[in-house]
């Protein structure tokens, strides 16, 4: 079945840390490749942009918010195709832990297979996300 959009799934995750600790990991474009599989083993900064070149998609800029206190971690992928994907991220203060929600979105055109699959990947890069922000070497 294929869709023309608007569709969203909230992806989240508990971590026992505290969100400061997961937000200064998280919105670090160098930790990408340590636990977002889906850009790729390696990023670098290009002219001022991150750039993942061996992404499953090919090579992708991303673009992060600027760093801010409320835990947004807003980024915007652009495919080689030249369409930017928006990925709502929000680091949210739990206690002393934390919860990371990330809002997939469906695009033009994707298949629920396809939604399936992106939506199994982020919560496989969130469960990497929580093994390195609440490992011992971390605290």
């Known amino acids: 079945m294929q869709s023309t959009g608007n569709e969203s799934r909230h992806i989240s995750i508990r971590i026992a840390s505290p969100a400061e600790t997961v937000y200064a990991f998280a919105s670090d474009p160098a930790n990408l490749p340590a636990w977002a599989q889906g850009l790729g083993g390696s990023i670098e900064k290009i002219d001022g942009r991150w750039v993942a070149e061996s ?29 930017t994907v928006h990925n709502p991220v929000r680091v949210i203060a739990d206690g002393t832990g934390s919860e990371v929600v990330f809002t997939l979105r469906r695009r033009p055109g994707m298949s629920d297979d396809d939604l399936r699959r992106d939506a199994d990947v982020v919560a496989a890069d969130l469960v990497r996300l929580k093994e390195l922000t609440e490992s011992p070497e971390r605290s």
């Not at 992404?55 to 673009?63: C, D, E, L, Q, T």
């Open 55 to 83: 992404s499953p998609m090919g090579r992708v800029v991303v673009a992060f918010t600027p760093p801010n206190e409320l835990g947004v971690l807003d980024h915007d992928v652009t495919l080689p195709s030249g369409d």
